[in-house]
């Protein structure tokens, strides 16, 4: 008789460091810092609060966004399999169907976490979610073109979680200037995710994923997503000088000329320094985030 003592034997659920990888931590960064931009500017005390912001947090990030990883890898789990195989699902860490079992179960916990903080709250983590299943699942599949699916992320990563922010602080819907801000921030994000698909484009170009460097070509979709980044910047500089924010307006605009330097390099190759970019002027965006929350949080009447 053969001895199979030794023969690995197939997991049957996962365990729980792969289902942590599976809502990779390291992506909820951008939505939790929106949420704190959306708070600050919202121009409430934080006494007696705390718990209110971290339970903010844990929707932005690893409930909503780690429901949207957890969406992605089911669906995009063929292609992992021959790209990127030890990946959770391929790799047989999570195995069967239990990665859309998490993606479903993580969605309705993040519908029942969102509904417990709020009508407006609960309304912003649906749309988040019904956009995060858009843009990987059929009939959808919003990431297949470059427009719609750096949109949807855009929108999930900075808009919605802004508007969140400031609404579970306030209470009620936010003040026109801070939905002004949310926007134009999620507007610029649009250029970012631009970016992002850098890394990927022969790999894109195979699968018949359109992002905007296959459709564009590297050279254009750089000079586009630089003007889709900048252009919301100068309308928030103007927004803030119109406010009576002067020194706030300098500190964006500041940022802006040095995102502007570094593009010109971006824009030397944007194939091999996108990455670079995007750990210098992405950080010099995100920081203008910041600025512009603190500078809306000081107007005159800027809570309900």
Not at 16 to 30: D, G, M, N, Q, V
Not at 89 to 118: C, V, Y
Request: hydrophobic residues 55%.
């Amino acid at each position: 008789m053969a001895d199979t003592s030794l023969k690995p034997i197939a997991a049957v659920r996962p365990d729980p460091s792969a289902i942590l990888e599976l809502l990779k931590p390291i992506t909820w960064f951008a939505p939790m810092w929106a949420f704190a931009c959306g708070a600050v500017s919202a121009g409430q005390s934080l006494d007696g609060r705390w718990a209110l912001i971290l339970a903010g947090i844990v929707l932005a990030g690893p409930l909503v966004c780690g429901t949207s990883q957890a969406v992605n890898d089911w669906f995009d789990r063929h292609v992992d399999a021959i790209n990127e195989p030890g990946r959770p699902i391929p790799s047989g860490r999570i195995p069967g169907r239990w990665g859309l079992g998490i993606a479903i179960a993580w969605t309705a916990l993040s519908l029942i976490f969102a509904a417990a903080l709020g009508l407006l709250v609960f309304v912003a983590a649906a749309v988040g979610l019904v956009l995060a299943w858009a843009y990987s699942a059929p009939p959808f599949r919003l990431k297949l073109d470059g427009w719609r699916g750096n949109a949807a992320v855009a929108a999930c990563y900075e808009g919605l979680p802004w508007f969140t922010g400031a609404t579970l602080m306030i209470g009620a819907m936010p003040r026109w200037e801070i939905l002004a801000l949310a926007a134009l921030y999620s507007i610029g994000a649009h250029g970012i995710m631009t970016l992002n698909d850098f890394k990927s484009i022969e790999g894109d170009r195979r699968m018949g994923v359109y992002s905007l460097p296959v459709q564009l070509g590297p050279e254009r979709a750089a000079r586009l997503a630089c003007w889709v980044m900048a252009i919301p910047q100068v309308v928030v500089v103007i927004l803030l000088l119109s406010w009576g924010r002067p020194l706030f307006a300098a500190a964006v605009a500041a940022s802006l000329v040095a995102q502007a330097l570094l593009m010109l390099r971006l824009l030397e190759d944007p194939r091999a320094n996108a990455p670079w970019y995007n750990a210098t002027g992405t950080s010099l965006y995100v920081l203008g985030m910041m600025v512009s929350a603190f500078a809306v949080a000081g107007l005159e009447g800027a809570g309900p």
